[in-house]
């Protein structure tokens, strides 16, 4: 059983970055592909990023790819996700979970999931 809390979001300026941080209790992190996922209101849940157990492979869906960048600590049970340049898109519900599997890029690849912190960005 894996307990997951995100934290930092927030509202930013078009073009302003924030980082967020997901940490995990009860498992070494180690056991588990990290992925944030983000729902905006009215559209599906869908994947942001993914990092493998030992973070040597990553994957970004297209619309992120160059803004934002996935890590993990697995010392500290932690999981990073920091947001460059941000855009009104990007707003939405960002998600932590982890999954007991190889890179999945699937809501139901994943096992446990935080309860989600807002991120808004305004023009």
């Known amino acids: 059983q894996v307990q997951l809390v995100e934290s930092g979001g927030g509202v930013v300026q078009a073009g302003g970055s924030l980082r967020l941080s997901c940490a995990a209790s009860e498992r070494p992190l180690s056991d588990y592909t990290m992925g944030w996922f983000r729902q905006a209101p009215g559209k599906e849940r869908d994947i942001v990023a993914a990092?493998?157990?030992?973070?040597?492979?990553?994957y970004y869906a297209d619309s992120v790819k160059g803004r934002f960048t996935i890590s993990r600590d697995n010392a500290k049970k932690m999981v990073y996700l920091q947001m460059n340049s941000l855009e009104p898109e990007d707003t939405a519900v960002y998600y932590c979970?982890?999954?007991?599997?190889?890179?999945?890029?699937?809501?139901?690849?994943?096992?446990?999931w935080g309860q989600g912190t807002q991120v808004t960005v305004s023009s």
């Open positions: 990092i493998s157990w030992s973070g040597g492979a990553t």
């Open positions: 979970a982890a999954a007991a599997r190889a890179l999945g890029y699937r809501t139901d690849e994943y096992d446990y």
